[in-house]
């Protein structure tokens, strides 16, 4: 994906905020993806484009499987409810 230019062309999709790749240390037979948009009619915007077709295609091609979890930021008063727990 990112040899590709494929990651850097979602990046650029209207409404991406994050799209970048994590490998835990302990299990190299995984990849953390986070991406994070704008909004719901961004990421609906994203899955509808041919983009997500030659990603489908990559799937197939390396047989990666994949599960998809979704968190949604806190709101501010949450955030600040956690503040003690943050150093910065």
Do not use: C
């Amino acid at each position: 994906m990112e040899q590709s230019g494929i990651a850097d062309q979602v990046r650029a999709e209207p409404g991406n905020e994050r799209y970048e790749y994590f490998f835990p240390m302990n299990d190299p037979q995984t990849v953390l993806l986070i991406d994070s948009w704008s909004d719901q009619r961004a990421l609906d915007q994203h899955h509808a484009s041919p983009m997500m077709q030659t990603i489908a295609t990559l799937r197939e091609k390396y047989d990666l499987h994949m599960r998809a979890e979704r968190y949604v930021s806190v709101s501010p008063e949450g955030a600040a409810a956690d503040e003690k727990f943050i150093r910065r």
